[in-house]
């Protein structure tokens, strides 16, 4: 197997054995087909899309191919396995710390995902150390203000939000110290300008690198951020919870409740369930103060 392409048994989440049979291989080729349609329409996840679309011819011979399959599942396990030690190695520094962010594990989850290593391994492996946001708000307390919001929020929709966060834009964990956002920007914005042939959509995102100048400016700046990230997880759903709220009084009833869920499910399809859109909305709300009441009863 070639060290600058993932392994082909673990990319269609099976698991790492020679036994699968050529119907459960082109059964896993479909399912892995379906997803990369999905995905291309994603605008975050459409680059990577892209990337496994480059793979598949080799994937599908790999995998069709009896004697390669049984290469590949002795590789994936040997692959799990370094993927195992890294999230280990990864636990104790978290450990360390005390807590992990939502968004912390959620990334994690992400990046060890394609590796093998699900996020059931992960939550077993990080069941000692508490997930929470390191600056949490009270509940109807509205959040330190961000100045820099409403330009960022317009330049999401406008944009049809490319990026859930400016964290995601620079590619950088939090948390992390205003210098080194700053120098993560100047460079974001270095690549941007030495791009050939640059797009619309790239030459965009210079206004974002300046919208990142004044919102990491100093420590102060940075935690408003913060404030304002960890209690607007998603920002579409951000945007259509505060609208409301703030159209009706800061106050969100029953059925509106009931509503910006249902939104949050059709806008994040096949993202999140109706769990995760009821605790985003629940966030949110915390976040701004509003008064959020009960969902209706059944």
Partial sequence: MSENRPNFILLLGLEPRSDWTDEQVEEAIA???????RDEKNPRRAAKAA????????????????ARRAEEAVAARAALQRAADEAYQEAGIYTAKGFLTPKEFEDLVNRYAPRGVSREALQRLFSGTAIHPPQPFSPLQ?????????????WLEEQNYPYLNLYEFLGVQPPATPEELLARVEQKDREILQAVAPTPELLAERTLCAICRRTFADAQTLAGYNLYFYGHPLPQI?????????????HITSAMHQALIRSALQTYSGEI???????????VAEAEGFRLDPLPAE
Avoid at 142 to 154: D, H
């Fill in 238 to 250: 951000s945007i259509m919870v505060c609208r409301q709220g703030y159209a009706n009084g800061g």
């Fill in 31 to 37: 399912r892995f087909k379906m997803q990369l349609t």
């Fill in 273 to 283: 369930n109706a769990e995760d859109a009821a605790l985003c909305v629940q966030r």
């Fill in 51 to 66: 990337e496994n679309r480059r793979l598949l011819p080799e994937l599908q011979q790999v995998m069709r191919d009896p």
């Fill in 142 to 154: 509205p959040a330190q203000p961000y100045p820099q919001r409403e330009e960022l929020e317009r």
